[in-house]
C-alpha cells in the first residue's frame, strides 16, 4: 500500500488513517525534498534578512573597538569584549537579560505571527537557503536535480555533485571558523591557521561547527526543523486564533481542479484553487498548506508566493494562501479589523515586559561601576597586637578594572573608631586587568569589645567616576 506525502511516496507496511482516511505510514522512511525556487514579497524579506545575518555575523568578527576585537567572548581571560563594554563573570545578571529578553521576543513574535522567527531569521533557515542555492546554481532548479538524482552517474552528474559538495564544505568552514572568531581572536586564529600553529582545541570547534552547519543545512534540511527542533512542539501553546499565520482559504479555493485560462469557475462549479501543487513543490519541509496549520510549516510564506503568481496568471484575486488569523477567516474582517485584533492584551502585556526589561538593563549598564572587588579575610593570618597598642587584622582584596584604561584606586575602611588602613591605600590597574593586593587594617585596642565586629572597604576611582563599598568582618581578639 503506498500514500503521498507532501511530494514523497512512502512504503506502508503499518499506519493509521488521518480525517482525511488517508494511510499515514508509522515508520516512513525519509525521501528527499527538492523545494521548487520561488519569488515574491516574502522571498525577497527572506532573503533580505539572509543578508543582513550573514553581513553581521561574517563581519562583526573583523570589526576593532580601540586596539582590540569589537565583539570578543574570552573564556580563557573571563571577560566578555561587546562594543564599549568588558564584562565579568560577575555581570552573569545581564547576560540573564539578554536570555529573558530573547524568550520574551520569542513569544512577542509568535503571538503576533506565529514562526515568524523560524521561517526568516532562524539559522537553519538561513543556511538552509544558502546551501539551496548553491545546489541550484550547480544542479538547477527542482525538475533538474530530481531527474539528474534518477539517472545512473555521469562525468557530468559527478563534477556537479561534487563541486555542489565543495561548496558546501567551504560555506561550512568558514561559517566554523567564524564562530570560533567570536571567542578567540580571530586575527591571531587566522594567522594561526595560515601557518599551521592552530592548536587542536581551535582545530576541533572549527571543525564541529563546520560539520553541524554542513549537516544540518546540506542534509538533514527540513528534519531539523520537524524532528530536532523542540520549538515546533510547544508553539501551539502560544498561538490562538487572532495569530497571523500562513493559512489556505478554503472557502475560497474549493472544491479545487485544474481549468484552462479562459473557463469560468463559477460554470465548472470550482473554487480558486487550480490543483496545480505548486505551493506542495516550494515548501521547504514538504506539507501541503491545504490541509490547515500544521506544526512542520515554518511560517515562510512561499506557498503565499507561489500562488499569487497562479492568481495572476489566472486572472483571480490574490490572497487564495496569506498572512491572517483563523479568526479573520471565520469572519471574513478586513486588514484594519485583523490587526485591531492582532494587538490585543497578550501582544500588549509580552511587548510592555519586553519593554521594561531593555529599558532595566539598559539604565542598569549606564549606571554601572566601572570596576569590581573582592575583599576576603586572609586566614593565614590571625588578628594581632602590633606596636602602639593597635589591633590589625589583613585582608586580601582584588580590583577588576573594567574599563580600558589604567585607573587609580583609594581604598579606607570604616565602622569602627578610629579604624585606618595601614599599608598603601593606593592601587593602580592595568586597563581590564585585575589586581590582588595585601591590605592590613588597624584600631585602637579599646575601639570595640573582643569578638567579630562588621565594617566596609570603601574603594574610589580618581581618574573615573566609581565608588564601591564591600563587606567584611573585624577581629577583636580576647
Known amino acids: 500500500m503506498k500514500t503521498e506525502v507532501g511530494n514523497a511516496i512512502n512504503e506502508t507496511p503499518a499506519g493509521a488513517r488521518d480525517s482525511d482516511g488517508e494511510v499515514i505510514s508509522l515508520y516512513q522512511a525519509h525521501q528527499k525534498i527538492y523545494p521548487r525556487s520561488v519569488t515574491g514579497v516574502f522571498a525577497n524579506w527572506r532573503w533580505r534578512l539572509v543578508f543582513l545575518t550573514q553581513i553581521v555575523f561574517y563581519g562583526l568578527p573583523w570589526l576593532e573597538w580601540g586596539q582590540r576585537q569589537m565583539v570578543l567572548f574570552d573564556l580563557g581571560a573571563r571577560r566578555f569584549y561587546i562594543f564599549g563594554l568588558v564584562l565579568y563573570p560577575q555581570d552573569f545578571i545581564y547576560l540573564t537579560g539578554m536570555l529573558v529578553v530573547s524568550a520574551l521576543s520569542l513569544f512577542l513574535f509568535t503571538a503576533v505571527a506565529g514562526r515568524l522567527w523560524c521561517g526568516y531569521a532562524c539559522p ?23 531527474r539528474r538524482d534518477a539517472q545512473p552517474w555521469s562525468l557530468d552528474k559527478f563534477w556537479r555533485k561534487g563541486g555542489k559538495q565543495l561548496a558546501w564544505i567551504a560555506v561550512a568552514l568558514w561559517t566554523g571558523f567564524t ?16 601557518q599551521g600553529n592552530v592548536g587542536p582545541w581551535g582545530i576541533f570547534w572549527t571543525g564541529f561547527y563546520a560539520f553541524a552547519t554542513y549537516g544540518n543545512a546540506g542534509f538533514m534540511r527540513e528534519q531539523v526543523c520537524k524532528y530536532m527542533c523542540p520549538y515546533a512542539r510547544f508553539q501551539s501553546a502560544m498561538f490562538d486564533k487572532d495569530t497571523l499565520i500562513v493559512t489556505y482559504d478554503t472557502e475560497r479555493g474549493e472544491p479545487r481542479g485544474g481549468r484552462s485560462r479562459k473557463a469560468d469557475p463559477a460554470a465548472l462549479n470550482l473554487g480558486s484553487c487550480t490543483d496545480c501543487s505548486l505551493c506542495i513543490q516550494v515548501c521547504p519541509t514538504g506539507i501541503d498548506i491545504r490541509k490547515g496549520l500544521q506544526y512542520e510549516c515554518i511560517g515562510c510564506g512561499a506557498c503565499a508566493d507561489v500562488c499569487d503568481t497562479v492568481m495572476d496568471k489566472m486572472g483571480y484575486a490574490r490572497g487564495l494562501v496569506r498572512y491572517t488569523t483563523q479568526n479573520a477567516m471565520t469572519n471574513h474582517w478586513s486588514r484594519a479589523q485583523t490587526w485591531r485584533h492582532v494587538l490585543r492584551p497578550r501582544v500588549l502585556l509580552y511587548t510592555s515586559i519586553l519593554l521594561a526589561i531593555v529599558v532595566a538593563m539598559g539604565v542598569s549598564l549606564s549606571l554601572r561601576t566601572p570596576f569590581k572587588v573582592n575583599v576576603v579575610r586572609d586566614r593565614g593570618v590571625l588578628a594581632r597586637i602590633v606596636s602602639g597598642g593597635k589591633i590589625e587584622n589583613v585582608y586580601q582584596l582584588q580590583v577588576m578594572n573594567a574599563t580600558e584604561s589604567t585607573q587609580r584606586y583609594r581604598i579606607t575602611a570604616q565602622g569602627l573608631p578610629g579604624l585606618a588602613v595601614a599599608s598603601d591605600n593606593l592601587v593602580t590597574v592595568d586597563s581590564t586587568q585585575a589586581s590582588r593586593l595585601a591590605v592590613r587594617v588597624q584600631a585602637p585596642y579599646d575601639a570595640a569589645p573582643p569578638g567579630t565586629h562588621p565594617i566596609h572597604f570603601e574603594i574610589e576611582s580618581l581618574d573615573a567616576p566609581g565608588h564601591l563599598s564591600e563587606k567584611s568582618i573585624f577581629m577583636v581578639p580576647r
Do not use: N
Open 124 to 146: 537553519q533557515t538561513v543556511y538552509t537557503e544558502i546551501f539551496l542555492w548553491i545546489e541550484r546554481k550547480f544542479e538547477g532548479d527542482r525538475a533538474a536535480q530530481m
Open 179 to 194: 564562530f570560533v572568531g567570536y571567542f578567540t581572536p580571530i586575527r591571531s586564529l587566522g594567522m594561526e591557521f595560515a
